[in-house]
């Protein structure tokens, strides 16, 4: 069993940064990928990020280019660097894993049928 906890929420202006961390119970190294989501009110949780255990990631094509997974096995720790915030990025974000060394994707993505363990989300707000 792996319990994740996630930090680093809050309240920005468009166009600021914040940084999400996941706390990790547990060793998590390569064998488990990882990944982020989110889901705004009223919508459908959707993945933002993953990363594999071999440290490959993928992006949904709203965040390219302004997010950055990564993830640090010796601190069993996820981290959500996001720049750029837009308000359209408001929303309850979630770190999410998988045991196996290579997410299980749908549509090139880490898919949350596929999600074993869950974190209670942290929120981020963006104003415009």
């Known amino acids: 069993q792996v319990t994740l906890v996630e930090n680093g929420g809050g309240s920005v202006q468009s166009g600021g940064s914040l940084r999400l961390s996941c706390a990790a119970s547990?060793?998590?190294?390569?064998?488990?990928?990882l990944g982020w989501f989110r889901q705004a009110p009223g919508k459908e949780r959707e993945t933002v990020a993953h990363i594999n255990g071999d440290g490959s990631t993928k992006y949904a094509d709203a965040v390219k280019g302004r997010f950055t997974i990564s993830r640090d096995n010796t601190k069993n720790t996820l981290y959500l660097q996001m720049n750029n915030l837009k308000a359209e990025d408001t929303a309850m974000y979630f770190c999410?894993?998988?045991?196996?060394?290579?997410?299980?994707?749908?549509?090139?993505?880490?898919?949350?049928?596929?999600?074993?363990?869950w974190g209670q989300g942290t929120q981020v707000t963006v104003s415009s």
């Open positions: 999410a894993a998988e045991s196996a060394a290579s997410c299980t994707v749908i549509g090139g993505l880490f898919s949350a049928a596929y999600v074993e363990y």
């Open positions: 547990k060793y998590t190294d390569s064998r488990y990928c």
